[in-house]
């Protein structure tokens, strides 16, 4: 089993980003997919989610949406802000089936 995210690096305030979590060794379209952030000292916070049915739950500039033939979840990041800094995980979920990636760093910084 792998996720692996990418897309994430340094971006000045008021941008944008799209996180991309590339998934294999399991069955992605079963499974419910989250990204997580995780601020340095604080403790890692949902994002936001899209369950395997296809319903998602978005948090405010950051929008989830997942692409089933590419085995592939996106996260969409509009208007950064520096409290966005953090490194953003992705997760796949699914009867107490619970898979993570490694991460990706977003900083958000002038």
């Known amino acids: 089993v792998q996720l692996v995210e990418s897309g994430g690096g340094l971006v000045q305030p008021g941008g944008s980003l799209r996180l991309s979590c590339a998934a294999s060794g399991f069955t992605f379209s079963a499974f419910d997919m989250s990204w997580y952030r995780q601020a340095p000292g604080k403790e890692r916070e949902f994002v936001a989610g899209i369950t395997s049915a296809g319903r998602s739950t978005n948090r405010g500039r950051f929008t989830i949406s997942r692409d089933i033939a590419k085995n592939t979840v996106y996260l969409q990041m509009n208007s950064l802000k520096p409290e966005d800094t953090a490194v953003y995980y992705c997760?796949?979920?699914?009867?107490?089936?619970?898979?993570w990636g490694q991460g990706t760093q977003v900083t958000v910084s002038s």
């Open positions: 997760n796949a979920k699914r009867y107490g089936i619970d898979y």
